[in-house]
T-cell receptor, first 115, second 111 residues
């Protein structure tokens, strides 16, 4: 069974540009999550989709970040315009939708560098 | 104060040693507790998953949760050089699925 995949693995952009990150969850997983780790800090939650609906977006830092999950399959996270403090590693995770089981499986991450 | 505290290490042990990794937390609503292993430049890999208090064993790994003390542990028996990685604790409550992570402990097992 394929795991969570993310694209690209690494992105270098200039301040003010736009970047779109993609996540493909494990097949059949209704729950999809975005997290990020900025330098020197712990991994922080950004938001949670259940199928195509945003269940919890309390961790989104500001309105420069837009997440979508059209059709309830893959998800994109767009940063527009990017700022220096957006640099970090963005992780996607997915989990099944049964009950309160919350075993989340992570992708390899996208390393974003904003210059 | 952070919700989850974890000693960043590094922790260096000889091969074959028993390793003890720990986290403390402040949010009494946390019910689900996880340990992830992360190798350099990779994503976190789920090692152990525990609901509420108690122990769980899987091979060389044992996870313990003491909710009265708000303290969780991961024990690694017969540690191997391949266990060298960063170990992250994570937890969530029953109301939200968002995980709250510790900062991670870097472990080095010397051959």
């Amino acid at each position: 069974e394929a795991g969570v995949t993310q694209f690209p693995s690494h992105s270098v952009i200039e301040k003010g540009q736009t970047v779109t990150l993609r996540c493909d969850p494990i097949s059949g997983h209704d729950n999809l999550y975005w997290y990020r780790r900025v330098m020197g800090k712990e991994i922080k939650f950004l938001l949670h989709f259940v199928k195509e609906s945003k269940q919890d977006e309390s961790g989104m830092p500001n309105n420069r970040f837009l997440a979508e999950r059209t059709g309830g399959t893959y998800s994109t996270l767009k940063v527009q315009p990017a700022e220096l403090e957006d640099s970090g590693v963005y992780f996607c995770a997915s989990s099944q939708g049964r009950g309160w089981a919350n075993e989340q499986f992570f992708g390899p991450g996208t390393r974003l560098t904003v210059l | 104060q952070k919700e989850v505290e974890q000693d960043p290490g590094p922790l260096s042990v000889p091969e074959g040693a028993i390793v003890s990794l720990n986290c403390t937390y402040s949010n009494s609503a946390f019910q689900y507790f996880m340990w992830y292993r992360q190798y350099s430049r990779k994503g976190p890999e789920l090692l152990m998953y525990t609901y509420s208090s108690g122990n769980k064993e899987d091979g060389r790994f044992t996870a313990q949760v003491d909710k009265s003390s708000k303290y969780i542990s991961l024990f690694i028996r017969d540690s191997q050089p391949s266990d060298s990685a960063t170990y992250l604790c994570a937890m969530s409550d029953t109301g939200r699925r968002a995980l709250t992570f510790g900062s991670g402990t870097r472990l080095q097992v010397q051959p």
